[in-house]
């Protein structure tokens, strides 16, 4: 290629002449604008973050409203089984919004897939361990992934993974129990 006959394109700052300009001191409500206009695109990104997993969580309760009509009687009624769901979901969705705004999910690409694991097997869980009669540790072991992985990233976002590890192991233990029940009688 012919690079004599190349032209550098220019835009219109480049052809005025450059005037120095004093130091720009910086006032308190410059610096509370920024700070402002910081917090506000993390507020909308916390949102986001929020709102998936528990939108997603919305959706497999409305597909899933109930446990099958065989399944016995559990000790934990389905209203207290799908609560519990929207605010493990919840809570998951601001541990990886705190991973995510820390740095987490770009320095260890594993964790996007313990996490995107535990939206899944939340997602599954109705349909796997209420139709299926599966046991639903899974979701206990992902869970535990994404505590030591979050953990290693952020300290907040790790204790905050363990009410959710909690809560999956409480939904695994009753479930084996009623599994149980129905197996003896």
Same mark, same amino acid.
Not at 3 to 30: A, F
Not at 172 to 185: C, P
């Given at each position: 290629?012919?690079?004599?006959?190349?032209? !550098?394109? /220019?835009?219109?700052?480049?052809?005025?002449? /450059?005037?120095?300009?004093?130091?720009?001191? @910086? %006032? @308190?409500? @410059?610096?509370k604008a920024r700070r402002t206009g910081i917090a506000t695109r993390g507020l909308k990104t916390m949102s986001i973050a929020i709102s998936i997993p528990?939108?997603? &969580?919305? %959706?497999?309760?409305?597909?899933? #409203?109930?446990?099958?009509?065989?399944?016995?009687?559990?000790?934990? #009624?389905? *209203? &207290?089984? !799908?609560?519990? +769901? =929207?605010?493990?979901?919840?809570?998951?969705?601001? +541990?990886? *919004?705190?991973?995510?705004?820390?740095?987490?999910?770009?320095?260890? #690409? @594993?964790?996007?897939?313990?996490?995107?694991?535990?939206?899944?097997?939340?997602?599954? *869980?109705?349909?796997?361990?209420?139709?299926?009669?599966?046991?639903?540790?899974?979701?206990?072991?992902?869970?535990?992934?994404?505590?030591?992985?979050f953990k290693e990233v952020s300290k907040v976002a790790g204790d905050l993974v363990l009410p959710c590890l909690g809560w999956a192991g409480l939904l695994?233990?009753?479930?084996?129990?009623? =599994?149980? %029940?129905?197996?003896?009688?």
């Open positions: 290629m012919d690079t004599q006959n190349l032209t !550098h394109r /220019t835009s219109p700052q480049e052809n005025e002449p /450059t005037t120095i300009s004093p130091t720009r001191v @910086d %006032t @308190d409500t @410059d610096r528990l939108l997603l &969580t919305l %959706t497999n309760i409305y597909l899933n #409203p109930n446990k099958p009509a065989n399944k016995p009687v559990s000790i934990l #009624p389905i *209203w &207290t089984v !799908h609560m519990g +769901c =929207l605010g493990s979901s919840a809570l998951m969705g601001l +541990c990886g *919004w705190i991973v995510w705004a820390e740095g987490g999910f770009h320095r260890k #690409p @594993d964790i996007v897939g313990f996490y995107l694991g535990h939206i899944g097997l939340g997602l599954l *869980w109705d349909p796997v361990v209420f139709r299926f009669e599966a046991h639903g540790l899974g979701l206990c072991y992902v869970l535990g992934q994404c505590y030591r992985s695994a233990f009753v479930n084996l129990k009623s =599994l149980l %029940t129905s197996n003896m009688g």
